[in-house]
Antibody
Framework: EVQLVESGGGLVQPGGSLSLSCAAS????????MNWVRQAPGKGLEWVSF????????YYADSVKGRFTISRDNGKNSLYLQMNSLRVEDTAVYYC?????????WGQGTLVTVSS | QSVVTQPPSASGTPGQRVTISCSGS????????VYWYQQEVPGTAPKLLI????QRPSGVPDRFSGSKSGTSASLAISGLRSEDEADYYC???????????FGGGTKLTVL
């Protein structure tokens, strides 16, 4: 069974940092591109970042470029999102999603709250 | 304001057919595939409904169909059921942004 489990969310002050993880199981993680997607409270979905299966290609949304860093460890079946210089508007549920002609599997999400 | 535009709301009665539109431009819908997601409860994981404009993943009922023409796409739901009440999002890669862009989402109400 395919599973994606995010962790690392929490409360952080503006300007602070947080690191999210996504543990994958039930499939060959190294064969798939991955994404981070977020949803602010009461708002729609927003794509955050993409990383190819071999990490050769990485993209970021303009809203997080220069502040967030996506990475992966295929040996540990894990996806990461390092978030620096956090802003109040980064408050959201963050999902990891497997890329397979569409994002066919998603994690349950982890809540990041940026507030003083 | 979203680069890709959806109506904020739609509604229908059980058994009806409803369509949700998704309007973009030549840099996104006009030249790239469109995908549709259903989110039953905000804050919970969305579900892939349609990929590559009109393809249904296994397990998605054939009541759901997607189409694309030019810079617009649409999701049609036939034989509407109460469990179809959810938020629906379209998304397409945008060449000018080097990333995918979501529509703002459409809240479907089953009356």
């Amino acid at each position: 069974e395919v599973q994606l489990v995010e962790s690392g969310g929490g409360l952080v002050q503006p300007g602070g940092s947080l690191s999210l993880s996504c543990a994958a199981s039930g499939f060959i993680f190294s064969n798939y591109d991955m994404n981070w997607v977020r949803q602010a409270p009461g708002k729609g979905l927003e794509w955050v970042s993409f990383i190819s299966s071999t990490t050769t290609t990485i993209y970021y949304a303009d809203s997080v470029k220069g502040r967030f860093t996506i990475s992966r460890d295929n040996g540990k079946n894990s996806l990461y999102l390092q978030m620096n210089s956090l802003r109040v508007e980064d408050t959201a549920v963050y999902y990891c999603a497997r890329d397979n002609s569409g994002w066919d599997y998603w994690g349950q999400g982890t809540l990041v709250t940026v507030s003083s | 304001q979203s680069v890709v535009t959806q109506p904020p709301s739609a509604s229908g009665t059980p058994g009806q057919r409803v369509t949700i539109s998704c309007s973009g431009s030549s840099s996104n819908i006009g030249t790239n595939y469109v995908y549709w997601y259903q989110q039953e409860v905000p804050g919970t994981a969305p579900k892939l409904l349609i990929y590559r404009n009109n393809q249904r993943p296994s397990g998605v009922p054939d009541r759901f169909s997607g189409s694309k023409s030019g810079t617009s796409a649409s999701l049609a739901i036939s034989g509407l059921r109460s469990e179809d009440e959810a938020d629906y999002y379209c998304i397409a890669w945008d060449d000018s942004r080097s990333g995918p862009v979501f529509g703002g989402g459409t809240k479907l109400t089953v009356l």
